[in-house]
C-alpha cells in the first residue's frame, strides 16, 4: 500500500469530530497524535502546541541546507458530525475511492502534504529553504487553531490543502453569521388587541431577506465566485399553543465576496429592520453579528501561484485559476501576511452522509505538493 493511502486511512479510522460543534465529538488529540507520529518519523522537528485545554496544533518543519524561501502547507485536523453516516470511521476502499467521515473534507490534503513533506525528508530533505507543514485545530467552527499558528509561524507562502479537485484556487468567499429578534407581546391566544405576534413579525423579516436574496443574484459577479448569497439556518419562538410569541429568534448567513464592505450583511439586515419598523410602529427588533470571517483573494502572478501553475502544466494538469465557495484558513494566513492559495484532492460529499475521496487524485496531489515545495523553496 502506498504510503499516503496508508496515512489516509489511518486519519479516516479515527474520531476528530470538532467538540464545539458536536459535543461530544473525539476533538483532534488522536488525530494529532498519529499526525506528529508521521512526521517525527520522517526526520521533522515537530512542535506541538496546546491551543484551548486538549486540543492542539501540530507543525513540523523541514530546513535546508542553505536558505532560500519558506513555504508552508496547512491542512485542519477536526471534522463535521457523522449524523445520518452509517460507519463514519471505517476508511472503505471501492472502485477507486476512500469513503468515510473527512476523506474528502480534509483527511486526505493533510495525508498528501504529510506525505510530501516525509518523501522530501527521505530523499535527502530541501537543497535550500523551509518547509512548515502545519496541522491546525478548529477549522470547521472558529479557526481557533490558524488563529494560534499565524502568532507562532510566518512563511513567504502557503498552500492550503484543502479539497480543489487538482485546480489551483486563488479566492473564496467570505461569510458572516446574523442573528435576528423579533419581539411580540405574550398574552392569551383569545384576547388579539393584548398580544402581538413575534413570529408573525418574523415573517416579514423572512420575506425581505427572500427578496434581498433575488436582488443578490444580480448584482455583478465576481469572475471566479460569482454572487454574493444568504440563507437562513435555525430559527426558534413561541412557547404554547394559546399563547402569542413575545420572541423569535433567527440566525442567518451570509455569504460575501472581495469588494464588499465590512459588515456588509449586517447592515443589510439592520436596514431591513428600520424599514420594517417604519411601516409599523408595532414592529419590534434587533440584529447582531455573532461572527464573520473575510473573503479572500490571492494575485495569480504570486510566486507561488506561477510556481504551482509550472508543476501544474509539466504533469497536464489545469493551471487556470479557480474559486471555491467554502470558506478556509487562507484568509487567515493572508490577514497575516502569508499569500495563500488552495490546492487539493477531488471528490465528493463534503459534510454530507456519504464522502470520498478520489484516490488517485491523492497521490497527484501528494506528488505535485513535493515538486512546488522543490521549486519554489
Known amino acids: 500500500m502506498d504510503t499516503v493511502l496508508e496515512l489516509l486511512s489511518d486519519l479516516v479510522a479515527i474520531d476528530s469530530v470538532n467538540p464545539s460543534l458536536v459535543p461530544g465529538g473525539g476533538g483532534e488529540a488522536a488525530i494529532g497524535e498519529r499526525v506528529a507520529l508521521a512526521l517525527r518519523t520522517a526526520g521533522l522537528d515537530v512542535d506541538i502546541r496546546e491551543v484551548v ?10 530546513e535546508a541546507r542553505q536558505p532560500g524561501r519558506s513555504l508552508m502547507l496547512c491542512g485542519h485536523l477536526d471534522t463535521v458530525g457523522v449524523e445520518g453516516m452509517a460507519n463514519p470511521f471505517d476508511p472503505m476502499v471501492r472502485d477507486g475511492r476512500l469513503y468515510g467521515r473527512g476523506a474528502q473534507d480534509m483527511k486526505s490534503g493533510l495525508a498528501a502534504m ?18 512548515v507543514v502545519a496541522a491546525v485545530i478548529d477549522e470547521e467552527h472558529s ?11 510566518d512563511a513567504d507562502a ?5 479539497p480543489t479537485d487538482l485546480k489551483m484556487a486563488t479566492c473564496h468567499q467570505g461569510f458572516e453569521w446574523i442573528e435576528v429578534e423579533t419581539r411580540g407581546r405574550a398574552a ?15 415573517g416579514r423579516v423572512l420575506d425581505s431577506l427572500d427578496r434581498l436574496s433575488k436582488e443578490l443574484t444580480q448584482r455583478p459577479k465576481h ?5 454574493a448569497s444568504l440563507h437562513a439556518s435555525t430559527i426558534a419562538g413561541g412557547r404554547e399553543l394559546s399563547v402569542y410569541p413575545d420572541r423569535c429568534r433567527l440566525s442567518m448567513e451570509r455569504r460575501t465576496l472581495i469588494g464588499e464592505p465590512a459588515k456588509v450583511g449586517f447592515n443589510e439586515v439592520g436596514d431591513i429592520m428600520d424599514r420594517l419598523g417604519l411601516e409599523d410602529a408595532g414592529f419590534e427588533g434587533s440584529v447582531g453579528q455573532l461572527f464573520s470571517r473575510p473573503p479572500h483573494e490571492i494575485g495569480s502572478d504570486h510566486p507561488i501561484c506561477r510556481a504551482l501553475g509550472g508543476v501544474l502544466n509539466g504533469r497536464g494538469l489545469c493551471v487556470e485559476p479557480v474559486g471555491m465557495s467554502f470558506w478556509t484558513d487562507a484568509a487567515i494566513l493572508a490577514q497575516a501576511g502569508i499569500p495563500s492559495l488552495l490546492f487539493g484532492p477531488c471528490g465528493s460529499g463534503l459534510h454530507s452522509r456519504e464522502e470520498y475521496v478520489d484516490i488517485e487524485s491523492v497521490y497527484l496531489c501528494r506528488n505535485v505538493l513535493t515538486e512546488l515545495a522543490q521549486s519554489f523553496c
Do not use: C
Open 53 to 62: 485545554p486538549g486540543r492542539k496544533n501540530i507543525v513540523g518543519v523541514l
Open 114 to 131: 504529510v506525505d510530501a513533506a516525509s518523501q522530501l525528508a527521505a530523499k535527502g530533505g530541501l537543497d535550500s529553504g523551509q518547509l
Open 143 to 153: 479557526s481557533l487553531g490558524a488563529d494560534a499558528l499565524v502568532r507562532q509561524y
Open 158 to 162: 502557503a498552500v492550503i490543502t484543502e
Open 188 to 202: 392569551h391566544g383569545s384576547r388579539p388587541a393584548d398580544g402581538r405576534d413575534a413570529i408573525v413579525f418574523m
Open 223 to 227: 469572475r471566479l465566485l460569482g454572487t
